[in-house]
């Protein structure tokens, strides 16, 4: 189970009350609204009355109790709602407020609301408070009100649940946020939900090349997602989105590639008793890692791969000084030049190296080697790190017991990564370390933003352990918001380390029992004109 949402909570980077985005907003607010909409004296919002007709709601009710499968959408021509079955269900009500009030609901937005900036493995957006909060904005007050008086009880009978109460905040998504899959699937979460907020004259409804869809994800017998998307649902003005939380509801949010528009929504849940799907979801692990002991039938000769300074005994006790006092180091100029430019060459030319997509998807996005297939240089620098020549080097270089008699059973994992546009990885048990493990981190093709791995303290994934799930804006619940101003405090203790891409460089982490990690999401804004990112990615267990 993933613990990324709530880690969040102790390590999210949010920005500081001066760094909400008004400056982006300016525009939008002064020339682009019909100003004569969005006064104080706009009436209170209703919803649109064909929803609440006898005949419509036993429509959808009875769309949405139908358990067969199918690729396309129920649809009530009355309304043009539509009810989709696969992956799972969701439902999406068009025209959900009479008079389309969307303009003075984003005028309030601009202009009332506090913004934080919340960045993390997951996900990179403004947020607001709880809607509950907001007694200063009158119409999203309003809004709230209509969610928890009207909209409630008219889904209880839509979809056969009890709902207690909702939890909904605002989110603001500009060019280059996102956030990644996850399942929503938290405590008594019952049925998910996004109003959709673009007012602007010919932008009503988004293509998909201006980002910001909802991308629906199928999964497999685990209840794992997979690649590819299956569905993508294109933000549209005055639109209202539910799904029923589930081991299978899972989603994301793409990332927003138009700078002209801000992705803006409500959103939140409606919550009732514990949702089952829960209880069973906290077992579910992610895939680890498989180590294996080193090859003793491969005998590279390090004066041949090896920067010659590396091997000098002046220099392995000065990097084992290093690691103790520090846990890291990073060795520039690794390996010999030639050997660095012909290996990046090498994959960067070579066809006939065969890649796979490393998943799930809510774990994992990048390619990965069949190592079967490394040949040339590749291979030579691959075997490299499995020899035990290498697991003699690095006893060398930290004291560790990998090599020699005071060895028992030391293993290693080894993985060749490519790196490109909207790859990632998050926080979760299969990147935990269960033991204290040598990590080394070695680049090719180097990029600024492609790649770049955040190491995080211990304390950080025992406090996500306490609520076990995929906390999405979990600041809109009280209790997390509570707990929100005492860890903010302590985020910037909380990162370890941070690992940037350079060319040929060696990284070398020590990590405790317990430390995670993950590899930031590599947004479409970051320049990869030289090709994708490779990275040899290695841990090692005494």
Known sequence: ?????????????????????????????????????????????????????????????????????????????????????EPFQICLLPELLTQNKTQALVHEMINKVHWSRKQMDLYEFYQSTDLSNMTE???????????????????????????????????????????????????????????????????????EDQGGCLEIFASDEQCFPQFPVQRKIAPKNNQFAFFKVGARSFHQVGEVTTFDYPRLTINGWF?????????????????????????????????????????????????????????????????????????RAQLLND??????????????????LDLSTARGTVEELLQLFRSNAMFHLLRDFTDLDLYGVDAITPTCSVELQRWSHGNYTVLGDGLVSEDNTLDLVYYLNAAE?????????????????????????????????????????????????????????????????GTTKFTKYVSRNTPLDKGPVFVISCSYKE
């Open 449 to 513: 933003g492609a790649a770049v791995i955040t190491y995080l303290s211990p304390e950080v994934d025992q406090r996500a352990a306490v609520e076990n799930g995929q906390n999405v804006s979990a600041e809109a619940e009280q209790t997390m918001e509570e707990d929100n101003e005492e860890e903010d405090e302590c985020h910037d203790d909380s990162v370890l380390l941070t690992i940037t891409p350079v060319d040929n460089a060696l990284n070398i982490v020590y990590r405790c029992e």
């Open 351 to 368: 066809e006939t190296m065969s890649w796979r997509r490393q998943g799930p998807a809510n774990a994992h996005n990048y390619e990965v």
């Open 1 to 85: 189970k993933t613990q990324h949402e709530d880690a969040a909570n102790a390590v999210d980077a949010a920005a500081s009350d001066d760094e909400a985005p008004h400056k982006k907003l300016a525009r939008l607010s002064e020339g682009e609204l019909d100003v004569a909409a969005t006064g104080d004296g706009v009436a209170d919002l209703a919803l649109n009355g064909a929803y609440l007709q006898q005949d419509v709601t036993q429509w959808l009710q009875t769309s949405w109790s139908t358990k067969q499968a199918t690729t396309q959408p129920h649809r009530d021509d009355k309304t043009g709602a539509q009810i989709y079955s």
């Open 137 to 207: 904005c009158r119409l999203l007050a309003n809004f709230l009100q209509l969610l928890r008086k009207q909209v409630r009880p008219w889904l209880e009978q839509v979809t056969n649940l009890k709902l207690d109460y909702v939890s909904a905040s605002c989110s603001m998504y500009t060019c280059g946020d996102y956030l990644l899959v996850h399942d929503d699937l938290l405590k008594d979460r019952q049925i998910a939900f996004i109003y959709y907020l673009s007012p602007w004259e010919g932008v009503e409804e988004w293509s």
């Open 271 to 343: 919550h009732g008793a514990t949702n089952e799907a829960f209880v069973a979801d906290s077992s579910r692990a992610f895939p680890r890692l498989s180590y294996l002991q080193p090859n003793i039938n491969n005998k590279p000769k390090l004066g041949l791969l090896l920067n010659d300074v590396y091997l000098k005994a002046a220099t392995c006790r000065s990097i084992q000084k290093r690691i103790e006092e520090n846990s890291e180091i990073c060795l520039y100029e690794f390996f010999k030049r030639e050997k660095f430019e012909l290996a």
